[in-house]
T-cell receptor, first 115, second 112 residues
Framework: DVKVTQSSRYLVKRTGEKVFLECVQD?????MFWYRQDPGLGLRLIYF???????EKGDIPEGYSVSREKKERFSLILESASTNQTSMYLC??????????????FGPGTRLTVL | DAKTTQPPSMDCAEGRAANLPCNHS???????VYWYRQIHSQGPQYIIH???NNETNEMASLIITEDRKSSTLILPHATLRDTAVYYC?????????????FGQGTELSVKP
């Protein structure tokens, strides 16, 4: 079974702190994604990566950065956390290629609260 | 990517078929229809996808109209564990990084 794990299930940080959210997948997937999910807004894509050291902005990249130094690991960084970044953060991964069957596998999520 | 429209919520009796509709009237020829669901406090889970033919797997069936402007996800015998938010997504077959754009989805409540 594909496994996508996230470093924390719940996290509480203070405004201005630097926050690292880690995601690891064990299926040698090329693509990895970070989303945030908020009530009434659904899932929104923050950043994605289709290869090591490659990154692309999603729909809401402001206030975030990412790092992909190894294929299995994709980190989301909040340089200076703010209260409006309180949210559920979801990581996902998928194979690339020309197959239409590029389903994304999601981790359990990290619920981040910024005080 | 084409926009989709789904009803915000639906109820279904346990053991009955749940039919979840999705409109995607601006879908283009190279776009597939994907369905995911998200059970409370979990990450989304892939269910099924299709291009123009009806598809079935162990979880569900997908019926796509001939003009491809709408589709229906069918859970043939809904159980309480099928209570979740169901997302209908369309995306091109060749899509760098395999991006998905999630809409608001349909919140399905399966009742005893």
């Amino acid at each position: 079974d594909v496994k996508v794990t996230q470093s924390s299930r719940y996290l509480v940080k203070r405004t201005g702190e630097k926050v690292f959210l880690e995601c690891v997948q064990d299926m040698d997937h090329e693509n990895m994604f970070w989303y945030r999910q908020d009530p009434g807004l659904g899932l929104r894509l923050i950043y994605f990566s289709y290869d090591v050291k490659m990154k692309e902005k999603g729909d809401i990249p402001e206030g975030y950065s990412v790092s992909r130094e190894k294929k299995e690991r994709f980190s989301l960084i909040l340089e200076s956390a703010s209260t409006n970044q309180t949210s559920m953060y979801l990581c996902a991964s998928s194979f690339t290629g020309t197959s239409s069957y590029n389903e994304q596998f999601f981790g359990p999520g990290t619920r981040l609260t910024v005080l | 990517d084409a926009k989709t429209t789904q009803p915000p919520s639906m109820d279904c009796a346990e053991g009955r078929a749940a039919n979840l509709p999705c409109n995607h009237s601006t879908i283009s020829g190279n776009e597939y229809v994907y369905w995911y669901r998200q059970i409370h406090s979990q990450g989304p889970q892939y269910i099924i996808h299709g291009l123009k033919n009806n598809e079935t797997n162990e979880m569900a069936s997908l019926i796509i109209t001939e003009d491809r402007k709408s589709s229906t996800l069918i859970l043939p015998h809904a159980t309480l564990r099928d209570t979740a938010v169901y997302y209908c997504i369309v995306r091109p077959r060749y899509n760098q990084g395999g991006k998905l754009i999630f809409g608001q989805g349909t919140e399905l409540s399966v009742k005893p």
